[in-house]
């Protein structure tokens, strides 16, 4: 069992930043990939990034691309979501999720292929 927690939510005007942070903690060592989705009021969550944890090699959502930056610390068992450039249409909840499921090189950006949830944290930004 992994036990995620995030936190760096918050309210900011359009053109501000963010950092979000998740801490792993429980069976970290089967950690595949981790990841960060949001869902927005009355829409299905969507992917936003991730990062694989053996290399570091990272997925970006088309609208994340540019303006955000996923990263990991594994000493740490944490992974970061630096949000820059933000726009009032990335307000959203965002979650934290891992991967313990598949290879150490297999990208996923579909909810479904990940195991472990954050319980989210509200990201508004205000235009």
């Known amino acids: 069992q992994v036990q995620l927690v995030e936190s760096g939510g918050g309210v900011v005007q359009a053109g501000g930043s963010l950092r979000l942070s998740c801490d792993a903690s429980g069976g970290t060592f089967s950690m595949r990939s981790m990841g960060w989705f949001r869902q927005a009021p009355g829409k299905e969550r969507e992917f936003v990034a991730t990062?694989?944890?053996?290399?570091?090699?990272?997925y970006y959502a088309d609208s994340a691309k540019g303006r955000f930056t996923i990263s990991r610390d594994n000493a740490k068992n944490m992974v970061y979501l630096q949000m820059d450039t933000l726009k009032a249409e990335d307000t959203a909840v965002y979650y934290c999720?891992?991967?313990?499921?598949?290879?150490?090189?297999?990208?996923?950006?579909?909810?479904?292929?990940?195991?472990?949830w954050g319980q989210g944290t509200q990201v508004t930004v205000s235009s």
């Open positions: 999720a891992v991967r313990v499921v598949g290879g150490s090189y297999y990208v996923s950006r579909s909810a479904d292929d990940f195991q472990y």
């Open positions: 990062i694989r944890r053996s290399d570091g090699g990272t």
